[in-house]
């Protein structure tokens, strides 16, 4: 049974997986090596606190539901029955973070990572108990959407991913069960083959990025949302889809390197909205607006689309 969870890495993702975590009644604490995170995911907290009322997501018994932070890590993760780690996507980074809570949590804690898409396997060779590891793959903005991908690696016990799939089902989320430890799972499986050629549209001049985006988000976003790729062929007709990939698949991108267009704005530090540029500019008076305007529509979609509304 879990009741005591350990975040480490308060990041983009931290700060709103905790709220999400005790609101569903769990005991949470905190922590990050760096002192700023913790201040910044502090007035993170609240914010996604108002957006998980207006989800009508009902607060928890008093006294259960707690967010505590920490800047100590054996603090952090002492008693705690499932630990996310939630640092940076690097293996060495995530490895070091292993190592250091492998002597101080008892061996049937579960450890669980967020990582957007390195194997479980690679990373369960940095830990002495691999079968109590678990890819545990949420999406941003956690506190908002639902789902949340579950990932075992070639020592995980079933149990560990049963354990976590009970877990995301109590607190009212929806897991997914990926069936084999491949890269970036499947969800960003699928969302890098959209990037990769929504990218190479963009560099090679075939559309702005600004009509990419109207293109993507209101003939394929807002459709996908109710009808999911599988139903999408039926509906489109398994024929029509045989007779365009005959010819589209072979021009479609298949490039396995990372785009020229990203390596110059990221050696720039042009990396979106953390930075103020990226593929678009973002003064901060326009950052928190447009999060807000983002979380209101969220959180009207959703609704909507659990007949809500
Ligand atoms: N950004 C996104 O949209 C998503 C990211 N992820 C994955 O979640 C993980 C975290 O991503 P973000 O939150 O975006 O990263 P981030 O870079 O925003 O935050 C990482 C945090 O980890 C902290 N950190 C670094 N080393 C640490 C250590 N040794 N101990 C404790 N804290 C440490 C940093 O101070 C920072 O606050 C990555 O594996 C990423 O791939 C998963 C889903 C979505
Ligand atoms: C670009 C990108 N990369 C990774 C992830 C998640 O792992 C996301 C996301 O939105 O969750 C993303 O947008």
């Not at 492998?102 to 002495?128: F, M, N, R």
């Not at 985006?213 to 509906?235: E, F, N």
Request: charged share 25%; hydrophobic share 45%.
């Amino acid at each position: 049974m879990i009741r005591r969870i350990a975040i480490i890495g308060l990041g983009t993702m931290g700060p709103g997986m905790a709220a999400r975590l005790a609101r569903g009644g769990l005991q949470v604490v905190a922590y990050d090596v760096a002192p700023a995170a913790i201040e910044r995911a502090r007035s993170m907290l609240s914010v996604a606190e108002t957006v998980l009322d207006a989800l009508a997501i009902a607060p928890p018994p008093a006294g259960v539901g707690t967010v505590r932070f920490t800047d100590d890590l054996g603090d952090a993760v002492s008693g705690a029955d499932l630990i996310i780690e939630n640092v940076p996507e690097n293996i060495s980074v995530k490895g070091d973070v292993y190592r250091a809570i492998d002597g101080l949590i008892a061996s049937d804690t579960i450890v669980a990572s967020d990582t957007s898409g390195i194997p479980i396997t690679k990373l369960q060779e940095h830990i002495s108990h691999p079968e109590r590891m678990v890819g545990m793959h949420w999406s941003n903005p956690p506190h908002i959407i639902p789902m949340i991908e579950v990932i075992a690696g070639e020592t995980t016990a079933p149990q560990t991913v049963a354990t976590i799939r009970d877990l995301i089902r109590s607190i009212g989320l929806l897991p997914v069960v990926v069936k084999k430890d491949v890269p970036g799972f499947v969800e960003n499986r699928v969302l890098y083959a959209l990037l990769r050629e929504a990218v190479d549209l963009v560099e090679r001049g075939v559309i702005d990025p600004e009509d990419l985006d109207t293109c993507v988000s209101w003939g394929i976003g807002y459709k996908i949302a109710v009808i999911g790729p599988m139903a999408l062929l039926d509906m489109a007709g398994l024929d029509i889809y045989k007779s365009v990939s005959s010819f589209l698949n072979a021009d479609l991108s298949n490039r396995d390197d990372v785009a020229p267009m990203v390596l110059e704005k990221t050696n720039a530090s042009k990396f979106g909205i953390k930075s103020g540029e990226g593929m678009f500019s973002y003064t901060p008076e326009q950052t928190k607006a447009l999060q807000g305007e983002r979380a209101r529509k969220l959180v009207a979609v959703r609704r909507i689309l659990e007949g809500r509304e």
